[in-house]
């Protein structure tokens, strides 16, 4: 089922807001497993039956979510060169994935989304929303002369979080700024190299 499309003002915003913050406060605790909708609505400060009416599952709730974090996700940072600009797109999903709260919360989505379709989509425009939130400073190298004509900037900005994901679904210990600082070199490298030139 898919998140409510309208987003109105007033009562039904705030309603929105808590229930969508107190579904992610549960999500990051407990996983999917323990998402009951209830404990939403008393986190929320709201009805069950509001919760219900509204979302009436648990997977419209996560995709619910997932629509929250794509619309509030913090926007790219352009500095006019390509290794600075991958160094902040790495060091905005390094800070985020290390951060206790969403960090736990990533990994309950991703679980979710290995069992779930809804949660599936919602998580797939949840990244396209972000990669295409920074394709352009791959385009601006490009047009800089920085990389090659044709560099696939999607593929690049997938690099560069590819090996954070990674060490976060499978290590203990936090990424931590340095590995956030070689994933984007080694993104940058690949792509001054042609490793994404497409066609």
Known sequence: MPPPKSRPGGRTARV???VVRAAGDVLAEKGLDGLDLGDVAARA????????RRWGSRAAVVSDVLAEMAETSSPRSMHGSLDADLDANATLVQATLDDPRQGSLFLALLAAATCDADTARALEHFYNVR???????VAGAVDRGELPERTDAD?????????LYYHRLTRTEPIGPDRARQAARAA????????????
């Open 188 to 199: 940058a490298a690949a792509a001054r190299a042609g490793v994404f030139v497409v066609g």
């Open 131 to 137: 990669i295409a939130e920074w394709a352009p400073c």
């Open 45 to 52: 400060g709201v009805g069950k039956t509001t919760v219900y």
């Open 16 to 18: 929105r807001r808590d």
């Open 155 to 163: 593929a690049v900005i997938r690099a560069v979080s590819a090996p």
